[in-house]
């Protein structure tokens, strides 16, 4: 009993010391995918956000084509980041379209005019509430649509120059 | 020129710690007395090594010096020199490089002014020091260095963060560490007296002081920074039951055990293994901390440098250090005989009841915090929160304070309960008008737990007076005031827990400029909204009087504050104490026309829970300077009579 006592301590520090190790080496996993993608878009109709594109409604999205949803803000930092890379996938030929989240229509002219503009139409999500149903957990995020208005592909955070060629190829596999 | 002298007195200090631990070792196994002799001198070079890489760290810090990346990532010419000087700390590296100073002056310390240990037990202690201090050189070294250069140098600093930039940093992270990090002193004098099998009182008597030292700056670093979080987050809380927070009350609740067990070993020879188990905990509990804060494997508001290379690093000394003086315990426990028996009832059994219920709250604290951690293991995210804690450990700690109270009045070795109960007759008599009091003041009002907590803490605070009752004040040791003060200490904090948590008043509102809010009988007129600059921050303050009951109105300024580097916005509470609570108000944002939202808050008594951790850390700083002047005395009085 006594001599069970004693290495007691030790048994229970190495079970600690796996735990820890097995949190460690566990890859970070902070990326939260949606729930929705594989499936059909949910049902949408948002005003437009800007004052020379056209409003946004989920069938528009079925074109028979694939396309790119990108959710956005002006107020968001990383979006501006990420316009340069949408601007390269417009003149790639991709159609682009978008939701700002939380906006106002002045802001996102600016944010247009500053940064560029790629997209064909931008609905305003004034409250998120398309953004949750879409299952998108921030901005920016983007969506790959197959032609018949289902996810294909969700793309959490900014889209990196590196990504382009990936997005591309998810664009092509969607066709 | 100052980075590279610093870096070159940390491979120093690095270089003459693995020196130190060579002597101690081919010392002891060959028994050669000359290389013993080099030990003590090594190991104050090393502790003075490590002052100079960290008042080097300092001067780079105060100068600006961008050329450092420490400095460049972490300060800014801007600042006020408060928080340049304290931003030395205010970072990952930093504040490792605080780590090995404590540990090198620590070791220093022991080299010094250790007189009461065995020799062989002395030099192994000061071999475990050299030992534990070689992992974390070589963390610092290879993983973390503090002194590494950038070219070009940075124009000028990325600022150190808002939150940090309050007075509190300058006392709290420094006392925490002195304290987490001087608990190694314990773990390495268990060390030695495994290596030695040099367990008993004598061995108890000279380990005490340096426990007792550390707990007494674990106490103020923990009350400090409790304190500091109080202030500067504008949440109105104390404490909130983080994994930082808890890494800190964990050490403390194993060197709070170890408090007591040594004393036990130290008077009556007994609890041998038991002590030496907590020594070791007590500092590895220390390092566990560390590496949940360092590693970032749990979400918390302290996560300051979350990297899992580092993590990784932390967790191979952990697993060294931790792994490798367990497995010496059982080894070499076995070879340790029995301690000396005691009755039933007695101070011994009191004191065992202590250490256990502090060890369950330390088990339960240490559960709580690892469980998001080994639910995700098993593929679920949960987080555990205050009210676990709460729950959890509350209904313990106010048992543990009953004991508290009976303990003192137990006699050791042998006692009769009928005795002891006529001992605790006052204390239960103040329990019970405490109870009658509270019930007619707030039945129905407050809950279970602040219900009696302020019920224990009346009787406490009467129980934890009470040895000294029928003695010559006088002519009491100061050790035991020392405890006296210590556990009256408890009392008076617990009072204060209790108070908050059952009477607080808060109220909520958006006011213009010339409203009144109304709480707790006081008034409070917003005046206007002003901007202003201080520093290196601009803010916007409202000018608020307030008064209670009709009394002179006292002007307040809380603030909403805006750094520009890096851009943080933080919320200053304007706090206006009285002997009977605080009076806590936080500006919020601006509302809809021109209305803006205040949270107010009246917390009577909460103050005592600070009062309270100062008067156990003054019990424990009596009871530190009563027993070493003892032995200063005896010492004189010995050479006297020689002479």
């Known amino acids: 009993m006594r001599k069970l006592l004693i290495w007691l301590p030790l048994a229970l520090f190495a079970g600690f010391f796996i735990l820890f190790a097995s949190g460690l080496l566990k890859p970070d996993d902070r990326v939260i995918t949606s729930k929705q993608v594989g499936k059909t878009l949910p049902d949408f109709t948002l005003p437009p956000a800007a004052s020379d594109r056209p409003a946004l409604m989920s069938r528009e999205l079925a074109t028979g084509k694939p396309r790119l949803l990108n959710i956005f803000a002006s107020w968001c930092v990383p979006c501006a980041a990420e316009a340069p890379q949408l601007l390269a996938l417009k003149r790639a030929g991709v159609e682009i379209d978008a939701i700002a989240i939380r906006d106002a229509r002045e802001d996102v002219d600016r944010f247009l005019a500053r940064y560029g503009n790629p997209y064909d139409r931008i609905g305003l999500d004034a409250r998120s509430s398309v953004q949750i149903a879409l299952g998108s957990s921030g901005v920016p995020e983007s969506f790959v649509i197959d032609g018949k208005g289902r996810i294909a592909y969700q793309h959490v955070g900014d889209i990196r120059a590196d990504d382009i060629p990936m997005i591309l190829q998810q664009l092509e596999d969607a066709r | ?643």
């Open chain 2, 1 to 643: 020129m100052i980075a590279e002298a610093g870096l070159v007195a940390l491979w120093l200090a690095a270089a003459l710690a693995f020196l130190q631990l060579g002597l101690v070792a081919f010392g002891l196994a060959g028994k050669k007395s000359e290389l013993l002799e080099a030990v003590r001198p090594v190991a104050v070079a090393q502790g003075a090594l490590t002052t100079i890489a960290f008042t080097a760290l300092i001067a780079l810090f105060m100068r600006s010096d961008m050329s450092v990346l420490l400095v460049a990532n972490n300060s800014h010419s801007m600042k006020p020199w408060l928080y340049k000087f304290a931003g030395t700390w205010g970072n990952h590296e930093g504040s490792m490089l605080l780590w090995v100073t404590v540990m090198g002056v620590a070791g220093a310390a022991v080299a010094l002014f250790e007189r009461a240990l065995r020799r062989d037990t002395h030099m192994a202690t000061l071999g475990g020091q050299a030992a534990i201090s070689l992992g974390f050189y070589a963390f610092l070294l290879f993983a973390s260095n503090p002194f590494a250069r950038i070219n070009p140098p940075a124009a000028d600093g990325q600022g150190l963060n808002p939150l940090l930039q309050d007075p509190g940093l300058a006392f709290h992270p420094p006392t925490l560490y002195l304290g987490y990090v001087g608990l190694s002193v314990a773990f390495s004098f268990a060390i030695g007296a495994l290596l030695t099998r040099q367990v008993d009182a004598s061995f108890a008597r000279a380990m005490r002081p340096w426990v007792l030292a550390a707990w007494i700056l674990l106490t103020l670093g923990i009350t400090a920074g409790s304190y500091w979080a109080y202030y500067e987050l504008g949440w109105g809380g104390w404490w909130f039951w983080d994994p930082v927070e808890n890494a800190s009350l964990m050490p403390w609740l194993a060197a709070t055990a170890l408090l007591h067990s040594v004393t036990v070993l130290a008077t009556r020879d007994a609890l041998r293994a038991w002590t030496v188990m907590l020594a070791v905990i007590a500092f590895s509990m220390s390092m566990v901390g560390t590496f949940l804060v360092r590693s970032g494997i749990l979400t918390s508001v302290h996560a300051f440098a979350v990297d899992p290379e580092r993590g990784s690093f932390i967790l191979v000394l952990l697993g060294i250090y931790i792994g490798g003086a367990l497995a010496l315990f059982g080894w070499r426990v076995g070879a340790v005989r029995e301690g000396a028996p005691f009755e039933l009832v007695s101070r011994e059994t009191m004191l065992v009841v202590n250490n256990l219920l502090l060890s369950v709250i330390l088990g339960l604290v240490l559960i709580g915090t690892l469980y998001p951690l080994l639910t995700e293991a098993f593929g679920h995210k949960v987080s555990v929160g205050a009210p676990y804690f709460d729950r959890i450990a509350g209904p313990i700690a106010l048992i543990l304070m009953i004991v508290m109270a009976a303990g003192p009045l137990t006699r050791w070795r042998r006692d009769n309960l009928a005795e002891v109960g006529r001992r605790l007759i006052v204390p239960a008599v103040i329990a019970m008008i405490a109870f009658a009091a509270v019930a007619i003041l707030a039945w129905g009002r407050i809950g279970v737990l602040p219900f009696l907590g302020l019920v224990i803490a009346l009787a406490v605070a009467a129980g934890s007076v009470a040895p000294l009752w029928k003695r010559n004040l006088r002519r009491t040791p100061l050790f035991t005031w020392g405890m006296v003060v210590a556990h009256l200490g408890c009392a008076v904090s617990l009072a204060g827990m209790a108070c908050d948590s059952a009477f607080t008043v808060e109220k909520l509102a958006a006011v213009r400029p010339g409203d009144v809010v109304e709480a707790a009988g006081w008034k409070l007129r917003l005046t206007r909204i002003v901007p202003i600059a201080g520093d290196n921050w601009t803010a916007l303050q409202a000018d608020m009087e307030a008064s209670r009951n009709g009394g002179p109105p006292v002007m307040l300024h809380p603030q909403s504050r805006f750094f520009p580097s890096p851009p943080t916005t933080t919320t200053e509470a304007a706090l206006l104490t009285r002997w009977n609570g605080q009076l806590y108000v936080v500006l919020g944002q601006e509302a809809d026309q021109g209305r803006w939202q205040l949270r107010v808050w009246w917390k009577p008594f909460v103050t005592l829970i600070w009062f309270g951790g100062a008067l156990v850390a003054l019990g424990g700083a009596l009871a530190l300077v009563g027993r070493e002047r003892r032995g200063w005395l005896l010492k004189w009085r010995g050479k006297a009579a020689v002479a």
